[in-house]
């Protein structure tokens, strides 16, 4: 899809509750009562371009919400080359497709990891690499899912609500430069469903880096 601002038409609608866009392709859930649709003219054809807003499906299983979340996710973060930003949003959408009890970003600073955009309760600021789940997911580069943290050795609790937690290296050229947290208030609320398309999510980041 080619970009060209020039020709953007910007068109708003606004409902007057989340629940007027409900009829949208089947039963959803619309976050966001505002729409900003772009209308985009390539010359060949005209392309909907939605942002700014999530369209989740309601009662769907945790596959199809990864999936209708996925695109979303990607084109949020395509046109904007700022990190910080891009994190927020991420962390944001994945906080209202599922609602985790927290959802985050630990960002390397080359002595350790530090605490970046998140959604939830006040989290730890720093954490040493090769300690707590996501300092251990940082030195060996890779996905840990944690049915219960408290049988996690070195777990640090950064909230009495966790039960159970899965942390995403993220990694550009070989290394890792921060990496994706998410807390469940219940156990056991992580498997290999999440890690698929939560590194997908991790892949999407690395490209902006
Ligand atoms: N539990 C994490 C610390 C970060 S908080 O969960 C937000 C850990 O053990 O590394």
């Known amino acids: 899809m080619k970009y060209n601002k ?3 038409i910007l068109i708003f609608v606004k409902a007057k ?3 007027y866009f409900a009829g ?3 039963t959803t859930i619309v976050y966001n009562s505002c729409w900003f649709l772009n209308f985009i003219n390539d010359n060949e054809s005209i392309n909907l371009y939605m942002a700014e807003s999530l369209i989740i499906p309601k009662g769907a299983s945790k596959s199809e919400k990864y999936e ?3 695109p979303q996710l990607k084109a949020l973060i395509h046109y904007e080359s700022d990190l910080t930003a891009n994190l927020a949003n991420i962390s944001s959408a994945l906080n209202m497709a599922f609602d985790f009890l927290w959802v985050g970003f630990y960002l390397s600073n080359q002595e350790q990891l530090v ?3 998140f ?3 006040i989290a730890c600021t720093r954490i040493p690499f090769g300690k707590g789940v996501c300092g251990t997911a940082y030195s060996e580069a890779k996905t840990i899912i944690v049915e219960d943290v408290d049988a996690f050795p070195g777990h640090i609790a950064c909230s009495s609500d966790s039960k159970s937690e899965i942390v995403v ?3 550009k050229d070989g290394e890792v430069k921060l990496i994706l947290d998410i807390d469940s208030d219940s156990y056991s609320s992580f498997n290999e469903v999440d890690q698929k398309y939560l590194e997908q999510v991790a892949s999407f980041i690395s490209d902006k880096l």
């Open 6 to 8: 020039s020709l953007e």
């Open 17 to 19: 509750t989340p629940s």
């Open 24 to 26: 949208y392709k089947g």
């Open 68 to 70: 209708a979340l996925l």
């Open 115 to 117: 605490l970046g955009p």
């Open 119 to 121: 959604q939830g309760p």
């Open 169 to 171: 290296p993220i990694i």
